[in-house]
């Protein structure tokens, strides 16, 4: 060991004690496949034989009160004194461990990750320990914590640790005295239809009070009595025993649209103490609810729901159109001649939510045949985020080509299905 090393470990024990874990902890990478513990118990060996053999260590013989010399009388200490850094938190480890336990017992999980909340006062002792000695081959006391606190609860629970996708995170709060479970997400993948009009895709606050509950809402706090969401989650939340949930779907529909194709969605549930879901059971429990039929198709992940959220997907419409006046096969010939982009500014009805810009979409396909003296049937398909309604209304100029201008007849969606959707890859 060079001079170096012990003259830090001199300063460090010099006023004071300091337990194996906070001396050792200082010389954390120093040497591979040991521990604090052992790091510090090594150089408090070094000053013990130093002293057993008449030399002079200069620290606080505290620090080797508990070592039986042969040479050297010395009473043996009964009481381990305190650590001046860490106030002997190790020593407590095991209770802590327990405690965790306990509360573990409520969840379900194949892995785990630990966390620590320092207390202040150690974290400002360790961080002026570290401004006298130096800090080039420190280790900050929570992650010591959190890896020997993790290997007491592997041991203990017969689960690894997983620091990159783990199902349960330990939260250690050392000023409360206290652990915090917090499971992560269950993230389910699947694929919906809705078949029926006058339901949301998600929740819908109530705008009036923001979801606390008013007279406008009867005291619901939402819009709609129910939506997709509420309707695929509510077996879900159950089974899982989580407190929320929230749906991340590829796209919407509108409200008073059918979705007739498969939308690709995942179902975040949040906190949940269960995670071994039946999925074909619970699928079968949220198509008895005739509004909505599911696929639940398989577990998935975050980067699952950000790939659908992002998803760029293509549509087909089926629409029943009704005009002001009659119309002829000419007029459906013309509108079957939309080829062109379509230059779509922000719809009146979504400008309160949406930037005002001028949006272009393409066209892929459209088809189209007189049902009526003033209705005619289409079915559109079209590039992602193409105003359907605004392409038939015109929405009084603002998307061009429409079926109002073509025709130069005031046309308007009297029923709006989405039949098809593009596919992706999860």
Not at 193 to 198: D, E, F, I, S
Not at 247 to 271: K, Y
Request: hydrophobic share 35%; charged share 35%; proline share 3%.
């Amino acid at each position: 060991m060079s001079m170096q090393i012990l003259e830090k470990a001199k300063m460090i024990m010099k006023n004071g004690y300091v337990c194996d874990h906070c001396l050792g902890r200082t010389f954390a990478q120093l040497t591979k496949g040991t521990t604090n513990s052992i790091r510090g118990k090594a150089i408090r060996d070094i000053f013990a034989f130093s002293a057993e053999s008449g030399e002079k260590i200069e620290i606080d013989e505290i620090n080797i009160d508990n070592y039986d010399f042969r040479n050297v009388k010395r009473k043996i200490k009964k009481q381990k004194p305190t650590c001046k850094i860490c106030g002997n938190f190790f020593d407590g480890l095991g209770s802590i461990s327990k405690k965790a336990i306990d509360k573990l017992s409520k969840f379900e999980y194949d892995n785990f990750v630990v966390g620590t909340k320092v207390s202040g006062d150690i974290a400002g002792r360790e961080e002026n320990l570290w401004e006298e000695v130096g800090a080039e081959h420190c280790e900050p006391i929570k992650a010591e914590i959190n890896r020997e606190l993790g290997k007491l609860l592997e041991k203990k629970t017969g689960r690894k640790a997983d620091f990159e996708n783990p199902d349960i995170v330990i939260l250690l709060d050392m000023d409360k005295n206290d652990i915090e479970i917090k499971p992560s997400q269950v993230w389910v993948y699947g694929l919906y239809q809705k078949l029926a009009r006058g339901i949301p895709q998600t929740k819908w606050p109530c705008r009036n009070c923001g979801g606390r509950g008013c007279e406008k809402c009867d005291g619901k706090g939402k819009m709609y009595p129910t939506s997709v969401e509420e309707i695929i989650a509510k077996p879900l939340i159950k089974a899982a025993k989580a407190s929320a949930s929230s749906m991340h779907g590829a796209g919407r529909e509108d409200i008073d649209a059918r979705c007739l194709g498969w939308r690709p969605f995942v179902m975040e549930l949040q906190h949940p103490m269960k995670r071994k879901l039946q999925l074909k059971k619970l699928e079968k429990e949220v198509n008895r609810d005739r509004r909505v039929k599911v696929k639940l198709v398989k577990f998935c992940s975050k980067e699952t729901a950000r790939k659908i959220k992002a998803a760029k997907l293509t549509k087909t419409y089926k629409i029943i159109v009704a005009f002001e006046k009659p119309i002829n096969k000419d007029d459906i010939k013309k509108i079957l001649g939309i080829k062109n982009l379509v230059k779509q500014r922000t719809p009146v009805r979504v400008a309160h939510r949406r930037a005002d810009l001028v949006r272009e979409r393409r066209i892929l396909g459209l088809k189209g045949r007189i049902i009526s003296k003033k209705e005619a049937e289409f079915f559109v398909k079209t590039e992602a985020g193409m105003y359907v309604k605004e392409l038939v209304s015109g929405d009084d100029g603002r998307t061009e080509p429409s079926f109002t201008g073509i025709t130069n007849n005031k046309a308007k969606v009297k029923a709006l299905d989405v039949v098809e959707i593009g596919k992706i890859k999860v």
